[in-house]
């Protein structure tokens, strides 16, 4: 009777306690005004992020770092959310993570480590910051996490380490939510943001995750791969499919083969669940297995399977900020543009949405549905995911260990020392163990000296680097035997040292190769021939900056910051005011329709989602400022810039603008730069292809004779001048030119025949200037390293021209 009694009032003591920390805690709409989600409400950073402070201060159950600096500087924080007793031993579970993970446990070991463990679940808000709906469910996700004391939540913060990121792009938030705090009531309440929402990628901030240029994705990388090696990172997203309210996995076809199975079968388990979730709270519209593919690697939901982690993406529906919209059942359409049925159930749709009023808080909603689908799951299986970590790891190493490949070596000496540093660097950031041998070896022949670099594959995250390493082959899914092939949700290619320009040698079979590991790389000091200065001369540069967010001038502005060289960001109406060549050698057209560079967005003209999908049709018009382009007035003027000693270089898409209106002697191969419409077929879906230079060319200079480039589609030319006339202010000369054979080089293209021998770069006089015409993008997402030099000797000419 007494042990009852002491029983019973411990059980008291506890609800009691537990209610006082509850009581303790502010509820979203206590700190901010209102519940993130409502209509017509964004919450910004500092309010965000004040929340989370506030949470931190009241309960024991969450704990808030910063990890790191965004690139305005902005701190980025991670909030630890578990019971009290598991964060008071948080770096004790981190050891235990870090060694099932790395594979360095026994057996018997990992399986006491496992049992004893915690499940860590990463859910991070907020990457793309136009997609508003997951930054304002964070607040409402730990406020649940901390005082829920339903069955469920308990045994979560029993068992698992919830971190969460609930501002993962923090410029980007607030560059949104001030935008659309000025425009909302107004007809521009639904109007495009007319910049990037960071600093230089915009939405390619999801395309960082091989190659960690953006500070942001550095940060993450050491939590998730070298600190704290979560089982599941959740990372959240919108638009869905219309008329779908939430894509979940199943991924679509095709997929990689370096993604362990029992990583995709996890993902598979996981949307599994998500989809019960869903149905079980009466939220159709769930849809799996279309658009978002398991073949490429290089984003926040992607990288991370190929870390043997379970990288979950969703994709919720959006209208557009905070404004909610009724849909009719007339705009439902019949199908999807997969041409599956929209209206009546299918395998992978099985409760349609039907229309309806659809608001900001539907979408936190889903997104919460889908965070307790997971977190439930990790709960009730904490063992299983610690210990699958494990056996993945060790199978990656055994399988490594065996060969096909053994490693990869990268000799120290090399053409472009800096580029072999940086790409190591960068493969250190994503895990990967780098080694410098010991003393001289031979492979395939060939001798190699101590100190060349040593990437052995018997490594937890094997498939990883040979992701990286090794040449894609995407693979040809047809719709029947004689239907099109399946396209690629992004890149097709990226075989990472044949973008940066790196030599290795594969070693297939295992030999002895003597080395020691070596610490994390610091940063690679920029070389001197590569810099503005140091006999460099100083080019006054510019980049065209369209009041559209180009993420291609986003890249090439931190090309020229990681050269530091100098530049201005240039507008339609500086252009349009001409008298450019007093203030500027050379001048950037990055990728961008030529109608876009003339036109822009046009006054009176749409500028956002709402107009396809029925909105007001003055709701969603650009503010006047941000209207319009260069026009053919702004064009004259870049003429004249190239005829007064400018240098205009066009990158991709953008050579169409000096193509169709300057006169130089230079045709345009591939219509509309190199879409699918081009008559032969071809298509070129992000891929690496193989060109040859002229490296006595100035444009050239110091660029291997055989090289490669990556290019989107891209385009081919022509030199139309007739020899006696091609001299002196018109002489056309080519550059580099794609391969006559073997073109592909990584990925898949089709319609090789259009532009095999064809000139890829072209440098065009027109009076005492140049146009210098390149066919794809020479600094394509700052990973193409081996052909920077193109861009850069033509800035450097600039100044001496």
Known sequence: MLQRQVIARGSFLAFLAAATLTAAVPTPKEHFGFNPGDDYKLANYTEVVGYFQKLAAASDRIKLVEFGKSSEGRPTYVAFISSAGNLKRLDHYREINRKLALGQATAEEAKQLSAEGKAIVWIDSGLHATEVAPVQQAPHLAYKMLTDESAEVRRIRDNVILMQVPVINPDGLDMVASWYRKNVGTPHELASL?????????????????????????????????????????????????????????????????IPAPVME?????????????????????????????????????????????????????????????????????????????????????????????????????MLTADFAILDLAASRPQHYLLKAWEMATAQLMQGRKGGPFAYVVPAAQGDGYAAAEMLRRLQIGGIEVRRATGPFAVNGKKFAANDFVLLAAQPFRGYLVDLMEPQKYPEIRSGTTGPTKRPYDLAGWTLPYQMGVQFERVDQPVEITSEPLP????????????????????????????????????????????????????????????????????????????????????????????????????????????????????RQLQEFVEQGGTLLAFDSATELPLALFPIGVRGVLRSGGGEGDAGGWYCPGSILRITTEPAHPVAAGMPKDAYATTTGGQAFEITMLPAFNQGEREVQAVAWYAKKDLLASGWLTGERLVAGKAAVVDARLGKGHVVLYGFRPQFRGQSFGTFRLMLNALYRSAIN
């Open 520 to 635: 994390m790389f610091a940063p690679a000091a920029v070389p001197a021939a590569w810099r503005q200065g140091a006999g460099k001369p100083s080019p006054r540069v510019a980049i065209y900056e369209p009041h559209v967010a180009n993420i291609d001038t986003g890249w090439t502005a931190w090309v020229l910051d990681n050269f530091q060289i100098q530049h201005t960001l240039l507008h339609n109406e500086e252009i349009r005011a001409g008298n450019l060549r007093s203030r500027y050698d050379a001048i950037i057209l990055a990728q961008q329709s030529m109608n876009s560079i003339l036109h822009g967005t046009r006054q009176g003209e749409a500028a956002g989602r709402g107009a396809a999908q029925g909105q007001s049709e003055t709701a969603n018009l650009q503010r006047p400022e941000y209207t319009g382009g260069i026009g053919l007035a702004g064009a």
């Open 194 to 258: 007319p910049w990037l929402y960071q600093k230089y990628a915009g939405h390619d901030n999801n395309r960082d995750w091989f190659m960690f240029n953006l500070p942001e994705s550095r940060n993450v990388a050491r939590l998730l791969f070298t600190e704290w090696f979560p089982q599941i990172v959740y990372n959240q997203h919108q638009v869905a499919p219309f008329p779908a309210r939430i894509f979940i996995p199943p991924y679509a076809e095709p997929l990689n083969p370096h």
């Open 266 to 366: 996890g993902i598979n388990v996981i949307g599994s669940a998500m989809k019960e979730r869903f149905a079980r709270e009466n939220k159709p519209g769930a849809i799996s297995y279309v658009s978002f593919d398991a073949w490429w690697n290089g984003g926040l939901r992607s990288a991370p399977a190929f870390h043997n982690m379970h990288g979950i993406l969703t994709e919720t529906a959006l209208h557009q900020y905070a404004t909610p919209k009724v849909y009719k059942p007339s705009e439902i359409p019949e199908r999807f543009s997969t041409g599956i049925p929209a209206k009546e159930p299918t395998v992978f749709y099985e409760r349609p949405w039907l229309g309806g009023k659809w608001a900001l808080m539907d979408a936190v909603e889903y």
